[in-house]
């Protein structure tokens, strides 16, 4: 079910922290329980706990947990004055519940306090039809398109739609 046909739920107001390195193994396995909706367009997993790990030495994951342990995660890299949000992800069973939107504004509270005057994101094409309109809802605009890198490898034609929004 998608987000827009739920209604929003007190799943939605968990309680957000900064991850932790001992984090790694579980924001992996999330990261690629989210994403195997991303399957139509890559082989494999998403991520591996190195990815995660590389991931944290740039940036920040913000993490969700409820009582089965966690159920969303977003990532936020700082980057001088503008920031960049990530591999939001949310658990199947906790999907379509809010969470992630109280992820997005979350990463985008973290940012302004950097102080970041503005947040970038990148979806993949094959996504925009579901992506776009939510994120559209968040207040963010699209800005362009970008290549994948070479070593993205997707299986059909793919690039990146870039978004932002003003976070001041």
Do not use: W
Request: proline share 7%.
């Amino acid at each position: 079910m998608s987000a827009a046909t739920n209604s929003f739920s007190p799943e939605a107001n968990l309680p957000v922290r900064i991850a932790q390195n001992a984090d790694a193994e579980a924001i992996t396995q999330l990261i690629n329980a989210a994403f195997v909706v991303e399957r139509m367009a890559f082989d494999g997993d998403r991520t591996d706990t190195q990815g995660v790990r590389e991931f944290m030495k740039k940036g920040t994951f913000l993490l969700a947990e409820d009582t089965t342990g966690l159920s969303g995660c977003v990532y936020v890299e700082i980057l001088a004055e503008r920031s960049y949000l990530g591999l939001l992800s949310v658990s199947p069973p906790s999907q379509g519940t809010g969470l992630g939107r109280q992820l997005v504004a979350a990463a985008e509270k973290y940012a302004r306090a950097a102080p970041c005057y503005a947040m970038d994101l990148r979806i993949i094409s094959p996504r925009a039809q579901v992506l776009l309109p939510f994120y559209l809802h968040l207040g963010y605009v699209r800005t362009g398109t970008a290549p994948l890198p070479p070593e993205a490898n997707p299986k059909v034609p793919c690039h990146y739609i870039t978004m932002a929004k003003a976070l001041r």
